[in-house]
């Protein structure tokens, strides 16, 4: 009898736990695809936590652990003090997923409004406090737009970008701190001024090959932050100062042609493969463009098209077969099988595009452990696919009825 009973115990706290998820299953039809939807104000973790988080606005939160069903929760519930707030990036390394945004509002409210979320396991979210600068203590910490985890310097360690300090939109120094543990963080006090993009703007952190990148949003090619401790000539703790020799346009190995790199909106991504590349949007005619900084180091005199005018690469990924992907505006998506050469676009990803709150992917991830990709965006939508697509039935589409938040960034532990 004690047996029985014991399983009718464990039988109804596996379906407590159950109904409080809402739910998205991939396998079922792309059309009039059926949702179990319940109500939930939490999200329950497994015992090995998810392999897919993702985030968005009004404090969202996104979890799956095979990136086929999904649950979806938000508010100060999930994200300790975040309320009406946006999470920007999120990203996962040293054992702890690592999220930013804002508290409240948009990124335009400035001051003493930097989200910072650490968590384990995807479910459950710890607030950091952002730390100030002391340089500018007035201004207090600001929003936080990227962070990425990688090795600079010989050091592996998070970054997070976030607004400039001070009014003038031509010329400001950034907001960005950084830590070694996800827990403890610091300013960056010691970077120099960026000459482009607005006071609200930021720049998206990559690394590659012990050296930190950060590509100003809003700015052209020449916006960018490049630091690596072994090679900088700057006397500087953080990054050199622009125009230093360590600027892009600036390298002393064939600087690209100004005229081909005359990009704006643009990001780099690191291939699978241990590819740099660049992506952005030409400025002279809105056509978005790639190029791929060769092994020595130069970047080409040409860029790579096919990706469509007006077409801003925002997510990228690359799978385990060589193939790179990029996801764009107004739907859109672009591979490429030769590291960047060349890159064919399909229009777009199912309904994508079909509606005015579904129109956008803003970023991507690949699971290695999964051999899973999936792509977020607009209205709350998800693409998912576990082959390396060419077409759009390659993929499933999904989307929860009634939930219409954006899906800002989404990170795989196992990327």
Not at 150 to 159: N, Q, S, W, Y
Not at 336 to 354: E, R
């Amino acid at each position: 009898m004690k047996r029985i009973v014991l399983l009718l115990s464990i039988f109804q706290i596996l379906y407590c736990n159950q109904a409080k998820e809402v739910n998205i299953d991939a396998s079922q039809s792309l059309v009039g695809l059926s949702l179990d939807l319940t109500l939930s104000n939490q999200l329950q973790p497994t015992e090995n936590g998810n392999e897919f988080v993702a985030v968005g606005l009004s404090c969202s939160l996104w979890t799956s652990e095979d990136g086929v069903e999904w649950a979806v929760a938000s508010g100060s519930s999930v994200f300790p003090d975040c309320s009406g707030g946006t999470l920007y990036s999120v990203t996962y390394g040293n054992g702890l997923y690592v999220a930013v945004g804002t508290l409240s509002a948009s990124f335009e409210t400035r001051t003493n409004n930097c989200g910072l979320w650490t968590s384990p396991n995807g479910t459950t979210w710890t607030r950091i406090p952002c730390p100030n600068s002391s340089v500018f203590p007035s201004q207090g910490n600001l929003p936080l737009r990227s962070i990425s985890y990688g090795r600079v310097g010989g050091v592996k360690k998070f970054v997070a970008a976030g607004t400039k300090f001070g009014s003038n939109s031509s010329a400001d120094q950034l907001y960005m701190i950084q830590s070694t543990n996800g827990k403890t963080w610091t300013v960056m006090e010691d970077i120099p001024e960026t000459e482009y993009g607005t006071v609200n703007g930021s720049c998206l952190v990559m690394f590659h090959n012990d050296t930190l990148y950060c590509a100003q949003e809003g700015g052209s090619y020449s916006a960018t932050l490049e630091y690596n401790p072994s090679t900088s000539t700057s006397d500087m703790p953080g990054f050199p100062p622009y125009g230093g020799g360590n600027a892009l346009e600036s390298l002393t190995y064939a600087p690209p042609n100004t005229t081909v790199y005359d990009q704006y909106s643009f990001q780099f991504f690191v291939s699978r493969a241990n590819s740099l590349l660049v992506f952005g949007m030409r400025a002279a005619d809105s056509i978005a463009v790639s190029s791929k900084m060769n092994a020595s180091g130069v970047w080409p005199a040409s860029v790579a098209i096919g990706f469509g005018a007006n077409n801003r690469p925002n997510g990228f990924a690359s799978d385990e077969s060589g193939n790179i992907y990029s996801f764009g505006n107004s739907c859109k998506w672009a591979y490429s099988s030769n590291q960047g050469i060349s890159w064919t676009t399909v229009n777009t990803l199912d309904a994508c595009g079909t509606t005015s709150s579904y129109q956008d992917w803003m970023s991507a991830t690949y699971s290695t452990k999964l051999n899973r990709m999936v792509v977020v965006g607009d209205g709350g939508s998800i693409g998912t696919t576990d082959i390396s697509p060419t077409l759009t039935t390659d993929w499933t589409y999904l989307k929860v009825s009634g939930v219409t938040l954006q899906i800002t960034s989404v990170t795989s532990k196992s990327n």
